[in-house]
């Protein structure tokens, strides 16, 4: 008897332990993490928020659970998978794009939301101030928006033979008109005509190559934008099949065979927004966290695609590069 009361025990603890497990993992935190882009064309940076989200004690299916919503380019999109995230009641928003940020600080005043932008958070109304941002909302800021200045300049020693440059945007990102302020001045300085495209789908992409080659765009600056990042084999094989030099706003782009790249460390701002998800997780607020502005500048070449649009690297561009691909 005593042997078939041990039986029926072990049986009974055989049979509770995964409602126990599904219990346990029932109370793990969970984080939301919402994007304007797609999740192919962002894996790097995934990758470096959940390294970020390790530093501060997390790892995903081990002591906290993401719930990961893509708007897929439709920014549109963005409030109703807010909505979601916030009827699942989760621990913190990690609003990962200057679109998904604006979505998120209008969709809830409560949850706590971690931003990465390239704009200004004050200006975007997502802060109050860097060192105090107050309410429920903190953050990375990169301020790509104030690098077209720059990107132009090294287009047009790379390619000094070009008398007009094209700039496309994204008519729907919220950073695209100051962009195009920063890019129009120093195009105005250097005497250079400036050709403007839109796109915001696949399709507008292809159409926008076909005219810069119509028009004799002569080099291309490619604006800051997720959409942009996510599609950036796309662009890039583009670039290459028009014979278009082009600089664009992110690393990412130049490894995938662009020509050149000057911005911020993307990586490194969702890395920093990680530990920041985690230590809010883990009971900080968003009112006591400085909103972390990224001064990390990557200048990159990508010397084979150089060499097959037949230009000639100078020599103070590769020295001044902070990475040469070979």
Known sequence: MSSRREFITLVGAAAAWPLAARAQQAAMPVIGFLNGASPDGFAPFIAAFRQGLKEAG????????????????????????????????????????????????????????VFTTGDDPIKLGLVASFNRPGGNVTGVSNLVAELGSKQIGL??????????????????????ERQLRDVEAAAHVLGLQLIVLRADSAREIDTAFATI??????????????????????????????????????????????????????????????????????????????????????????????????????????????????
Do not use: C
Request: hydrophobic residues 45%; glycine residues 8%.
């Open 58 to 113: 997390y790892v995903e299916g081990q002591n906290v659970v993401i719930e990961y919503r893509w708007a897929e380019g439709h920014y549109d999109r963005l409030p109703a998978l807010l909505a979601d995230l916030v009827q699942r009641k989760v621990a913190v928003i990690a609003a990962t794009s200057t679109p998904a940020a604006q979505a998120a600080k209008v969709g809830t005043s409560t949850i706590p939301i």
């Open 155 to 176: 287009l047009r020693e790379l390619a000094p033979g070009a008398t007009a440059i094209t700039i496309l945007v994204n008519p729907n990102f919220p950073g695209t």
């Open 213 to 326: 080659t119509q028009r004799g765009g002569g080099a291309l600056l490619v604006g800051a934008d997720p959409f942009f990042i996510a599609r950036r084999d796309h662009i890039v094989a583009l670039a290459a099949r028009h014979a278009i030099p082009a600089i664009y706003p992110a690393r990412e782009f130049a490894v995938a065979g662009g020509l050149m790249s000057y911005g911020s460390d993307f990586t490194d701002s969702y890395r920093q927004a990680g530990v920041y998800t985690g230590r809010i997780v883990r009971g900080e607020k968003p009112a006591d966290l400085p909103v972390q502005r990224s001064t990390k500048f990557e200048f990159v070449i990508n010397f084979k695609t150089a060499k097959a649009l037949g230009l000639a690297i100078p020599n103070s561009m590769q020295l001044l590069a902070d990475e040469v691909i070979e």
